[in-house]
């Protein structure tokens, strides 16, 4: 797969720790398309590589958006970029790929935990723009954490995003079997975020009687590659 170079068009503060880069071709000229899901190889400074999903329109050809969580127990990945990564820099990533796809749902239930709405968030503008029956649940810490939070509220979309906060009223707090609903062949469920996160939803899908073919996941936390 050929390597791209990309050019920072944007840099911003999206939350609490959380940056978005928005990478464009140096020309202006059209990047390769990709699918609700993908996520590109970024070479980041110090000559690490790590995965990003991709979190705007897959519909768009000019520019492809990323959001990068600055993790504590970082080996250099997240903090290479949030440090060392401005607007104007140049970038090496690679062409996007999708092992987290949309499949056709009569239904499609999409939970993302912290930095794992970055995936959810592209499938929530496709479903939206096919027209598809979707709702998304948002959980995060806190309001301050919730990137793309206003950008969510003011979507066409938005009246099917929930969003959950830890620090919040119980009554606004993520009810899993209420969100997951009864099972349903033609309802697939997707999720992405941390690994506790993950188990709990697959675990409680799993209790519910969902099959496995049904619940897809990807954590946010991909493997380094040297």
């Known amino acids: 797969m050929t390597d791209l170079v990309v050019k920072v068009l944007a840099k911003r503060r999206e939350a609490e720790g959380i940056a978005s880069f928005e990478l464009g071709r140096a020309d202006?000229?059209?990047?390769?398309?990709?699918?609700?899901?993908?996520?590109?190889d970024v070479h980041v400074p110090g000559g690490l590589v790590r995965q990003y999903s991709l979190c705007n329109d897959a519909g768009?050809?000019?520019?492809?958006?990323?959001?990068?969580?600055?993790?504590?127990?970082?080996?250099?990945g997240s903090a290479g970029l949030h440090d060392s990564v401005n607007e104007g820099d140049l970038l090496t990533i690679s062409e996007p790929r999708n092992h987290f796809p949309l499949v056709h749902a009569k239904r499609t239930v999409l939970l993302a935990g912290g930095i794992g709405i970055t995936p959810l968030l592209c499938m929530a503008q496709r479903l939206?723009?096919?027209?598809?029956?979707?709702?998304?649940?948002?959980?995060?810490?806190?309001?301050?954490?919730?990137?793309?939070?206003?950008?969510?509220?003011?979507?066409p979309f938005a009246q099917r995003v929930h969003f959950h906060f830890?620090?919040?009223?119980?009554?606004?707090?993520?009810?899993?079997?209420k969100a997951l609903g009864a099972r349903d062949a033609g309802t697939h469920l997707y999720v992405c975020g941390p690994t506790g996160f993950i188990q709990h939803v697959t675990q409680t899908a799993q209790g519910l009687g969902w099959p496995p073919a049904q619940v897809h996941l990807e954590?946010?936390?991909a493997a380094p590659q040297d």
Do not use: N, W
């Open 166 to 177: 830890d620090d919040g009223d119980a009554t606004q707090k993520l009810d899993l079997p």
């Open 128 to 155: 939206h723009a096919i027209d598809a029956d979707f709702e998304l649940h948002y959980c995060t810490r806190s309001a301050a954490r919730t990137a793309f939070r206003e950008e969510i509220a003011a979507a």
């Open 60 to 76: 768009e050809r000019h520019r492809y958006r990323m959001a990068v969580l600055r993790d504590p127990q970082t080996r250099g």
């Open 28 to 40: 202006g000229g059209p990047l390769p398309a990709f699918s609700a899901g993908s996520h590109v």
């Open 219 to 221: 954590y946010f936390g």
